[in-house]
């Protein structure tokens, strides 16, 4: 059974950070990308940055460049995303999603909620 599971959500405070994981299960990790996606209610979903199999390529939003980075391993089939300076405008909720050819899984997602 496919699984991506997301933790580390939650309420902080402006400026702060938090750091994403999302454990994967039930399939091959490593020979596929990750994303990390964010939505707002009522707005269209967000590429925030995607990691290649290997991780030796990373890509981000120009909204979080410069801020949040990327990561896995693949030993753990866990893929990261550290967040710093956060802002009002990042609250959302994200999710992972693992993607190879024309197979996708996604996660439930976690809430983050930046606020004072």
């Known amino acids: 059974q496919v699984q991506l599971v997301e933790s580390g959500g939650g309420l902080v405070q402006p400026g702060g950070s938090l750091r994403l994981s999302c454990a994967a299960s039930?399939?091959?990790?490593?020979?596929?990308?990750m994303y990390w996606y964010r939505q707002v209610t009522g707005k269209e979903r967000e590429l925030v940055a995607s990691i290649t199999t290997s991780g030796d390529n990373t890509n981000y939003a120009d909204s979080v460049k410069g801020r949040f980075t990327i990561s896995r391993d693949n030993a753990k089939n866990t893929v990261y995303l550290q967040m710093n300076a956060l802002t009002a405008e990042d609250t959302a909720v994200y999710s992972c999603?693992?993607?190879?050819?024309?197979?996708?899984?996604w996660g439930q997602g976690t809430p983050v909620t930046v606020s004072s």
């Open positions: 039930g399939f091959t990790f490593n020979f596929y990308t």
């Open positions: 999603t693992a993607r190879r050819l024309w197979m996708s899984y």
